[in-house]
C-alpha cells in the first residue's frame, strides 16, 4: 500500500462539469495522495479508491464553518468558499490529522503525475507548496493551520475577508492574502508554478503565470501546440523555431472554460485542445505525427466571454441607477 504523501479537500456544490470523470481519473493515477470531497452532486460517477465522496448539504457546511468562528461569518453562497480554502485544514482537522500535508484544488482541472513535480525534500523543507487557489499544499501543522487568523499589517485580514460578501482571493495571488500573511510569518514557501494555467481571455490554449516581481500575470504568445494525457502524465507538445519540444506539466487547468468530451473516458491517452478532450487520430510517436495532428477546434470562448462581461457591467449600472433614483 502507498504511503500518502498529502490530502485534498474539496467542498463543491453544484453539478460538476462535464469532464468531472476525467479528473478523477487522473487523481487515480496520483495514488500517494488522497482526495475528499464534499458534494451534494449525487450523479453516478466512478471514484477511484484514493478517493472519498462524502455527500452533505451547503447548509451543513455552512453550519460546519460558522460553529469554527467566534465572529459572524459571510458565506451565503458556495464560490465565497474560495476565501475560505486556507481554513480547511483548520475546519476539517477531525478527517486529515494523520496527513502530513493537506491541500485545496480545483476540480476544472486534469493532473498529471504529481510526484515528478513535488520531491520527498520539499515536504521536509516548506510550510507552504504553491501560491495558487487552485491548487496549493500545507504542511499539516496547528500553527500552518491557524496561519490564516494571524494579523496582517497590524490588522485581523480573515475577519475582514470572512465578514464580506464577495471574493477576495484570500487563497491565493498577493493581494492581502495567505500568500502575505505567510511572508510576514517567514514561513518557507514554494512559489514555483508547476501548471499549465490556461488564459481565460483567449479562445485559443495560452498558458499565463504570475510573475513575483511585478504581482501581474505574463500570458505568452499564442502557439503551435497541443496536450496530451497519457497513463497519468501530461505533456505539451509545441513547435518552436522549426523544432517540435515536449514539456511536462503537474496539471493543466481550463479556468471554468467550457470544455466537449469527445473521447472515451476509459481510454489512457486523450487530447486536449480548445475546447474538447478528443481522442488522438494518429498512432505512433507524437513527433513525427505533428503537422497532421488537430490542435484546435473552432469556438466562440472568446466572443462569449467578452459578451458576458458587456451584459455583466450594463446589469450592475442599470442596478446602481435605479438604486440612485428610488
Known sequence: MAIKKAVFIIPYFGKFNNYFQLFLNSCACNVEFDWIIFTDDE???YYPDNVRVIYCSFDDIQKKFREKFDFEISLDRPYKLCDYKPTYGYIFYDIIKEYK??????????????NDFICNEDYEKYDKIGIMGHCTLYKNTYENNTSFLKNLEG????????QTTWNNSFDEEFNQSINNIFEELDKKIDYNEY?????TKSSDFKITKLDLKSKKYVVERKSNSFFIWDNGN???YIYINGKIFKEKYMYIHMQSREMKVKNNMSYNIFKIIPNAFENIEVEGNIEDNFNIIKKKNFNLHYFRLRSYNLYDKIRKFFIKYIRRNI
Open 43 to 45: 450523479t453516478k460517477y
Open 101 to 114: 500535508f493537506w491541500g485545496h484544488c480545483d476540480t476544472d482541472l486534469i493532473w498529471g503525475n504529481i
Open 155 to 162: 490588522k485581523n485580514r480573515a475577519k475582514e475577508v470572512f
Open 195 to 199: 501548471e499549465a494555467n490556461i488564459y
Open 234 to 236: 501530461l505533456y505539451r
